[in-house]
């Protein structure tokens, strides 16, 4: 396996991670694993290679957190691993449990940390986007919590890119902690971000660790959704028709299951190669809930994409509309 460093911090990551948003309790998400299935996972990844584990305090309303604290105290690995969570979205049904005021991400961190086992966090990232969120008060209570050896980096998923090249100058002018990393939704169904986050991130040395490379299973092949066929997720998912299902997302996947056919891989195999090959990616999270899905990913290591292949995989996407 791999390791990269985190854009221009000195952190070594795996050229994979294991997305734990599986991880937790079927009440929450059907198709989610509790601890005894995670175990056989986690242990898959970690000889593998994988060195980081992403979660997220909302998941499975902290189960996740839970069971990843439990797996690698049972590893005794917290020392070779890089646990990744986030906070923000609604913990609680009070007004501070959510979001980026200085109350809840101090709150958060030390919840967090309690479930995950740990005395500190790797790296800790926002979640879901508050537009309303005070950056400068946001960003000191980062370098806060950074400076209170709670956290040694912090970064982003999905946000307004104004807000976050914001956030970035509010940190680099007041001498905070700025983010190392970016989490963000990126795929051949989903490449909005070559317009300016991938660029910007490339130019100022920010770590690329997208999520759902496969599309939530939608580039997985048609058959994965065919009816008699579908998977737990595919069938309960109703999230990811709202991303994907235009007739030009239908023809990306059927021109992924031709060059998989050809190659004689699986269709996830190529979509996530062709993630790993875009400049500035570091590290995909894949959301492993089956062995096979771990073993199949760290093979896609090895496939190299051509360019004519990579044209065929491309070629059919339609952005969507810019919205200011």
Known sequence: MQHLRLGRSSLRVSRLSLGAMGFGDTTWRSWVLALDDARAIFR??????????????????????????????????????VIATKAGNP??????????????LFAAVDASLRRLRTDHIDIYQTHIWDPATDLAEMMDAYDALIRSGKV???????????????A??????HQRSRFVSVQNHYNLLWREDEREL???C???????????????GFLCGRGRREEGSRTERAKTDDFTYKLYGRASDETVV??????????????AQIA??????????????????????VDQAVAALDIRLTAEECSALESPYLPRPHRS
């Open 198 to 200: 991938l660029p910007y």
């Open 168 to 173: 970035q100058a509010h940190a680099a002018t």
């Open 272 to 293: 996530l190669a062709w993630v790993l090959s875009r400049p500035g990616i570091t590290s995909p999270i894949i959301g492993a809930t089956r062995l096979e899905q």
């Open 254 to 267: 059927d021109a992924v299951t031709a060059v998989a056919v050809a190659r004689g891989v699986t269709p």
């Open 44 to 81: 898959r990844a970690l000889d593998a290679g994988i060195s980081v584990i992403d979660t997220c305090d909302y998941y499975s309303n902290g189960l996740s957190e839970e069971i990843v604290g439990t797996l690698v105290a049972e590893a005794g690995s917290r020392d070779a691993l």
């Open 91 to 104: 913990m609680g049904k009070g007004a501070n449990d959510r979001g980026y005021s200085r109350k809840h």
């Open 202 to 216: 490339r130019a100022e040395g920010i770590g690329l660790i997208p999520y759902s490379p496969m599309a939530r």
């Open 152 to 166: 040694l980096y912090v970064g982003i998923t999905d946000m307004p890119f104004w807000q976050f090249a914001s």
